[in-house]
């Protein structure tokens, strides 16, 4: 597994898809920071994270989309099933190789609530609280972008329906209080479905 995790950060920097992934993150959260903190000089950085969440859904696919399907086009795939890995470490040292893209990018942003505290009394433990909250949900990011990587060749393809993947994952929770939930509702949806 540490072969493939060494394997997946070289190729992460050595071309510009770590680099993009990186830069398009610190960009959006140092927009966002600089918006409602620096200017605001407001030291509340849990909104920062919550308002970067959504640039992250934009950014996740450009993390995952070759994980797996660039394997599979350039027909590597069976060179790793025939090594003497299993076909766990294969997948979970992807999956730590871009879950430590990730965390490095996030390290680099806790910069920002150093900076704020020129500003007054930071909540510390709420923004460590908001910072492993957005890891853990990097992390469940990632994996959704892994398995959409590995049902299709194409990276386009894989990025696209990553988007859309946790996009409606996203909103869903919007579409069901848009819903109504009584019995007859119910019944009509489950009639539908049927």
Do not use: H
């Amino acid at each position: 597994m540490g072969a493939v995790i060494k394997k997946e950060l070289k190729i992460y920097f050595s071309t510009p898809t770590g680099y993009i992934f990186m830069g398009f993150f610190l960009l959006i959260s140092g927009f966002f920071c600089a918006l409602s903190n620096i200017f605001g000089a407001s030291p509340n950085f849990t909104s920062v994270l919550g308002n970067i969440t959504f640039s992250f859904l934009i950014a996740v696919p450009v993390l995952t989309m070759r994980l797996l399907s660039e394997e599979a086009r350039n027909k590597t795939d069976q060179l790793l099933l025939t090594s003497p890995l299993k076909l766990t470490d294969i997948v979970v040292g992807k999956y730590f190789s871009a879950v430590l893209v990730f965390l490095a990018t996030l390290t680099i942003t806790i910069l920002y609530p150093i900076l704020l505290s020129f500003y007054g009394e930071l909540p510390v433990a709420e923004i460590i609280g908001g910072y492993i909250g957005f890891f853990l949900l990097g992390c469940a990011f990632i994996a959704v972008g892994i398995f959409v990587s590995s049902l299709t060749e194409n990276q386009f393809i894989s990025a696209v329906v990553t988007f859309a993947a946790l996009l409606l994952m996203w909103i869903i929770d919007w579409l069901e209080s848009a819903l109504p939930t009584d019995r007859v509702a119910g019944f009509v949806f489950a009639l539908m479905i049927v």
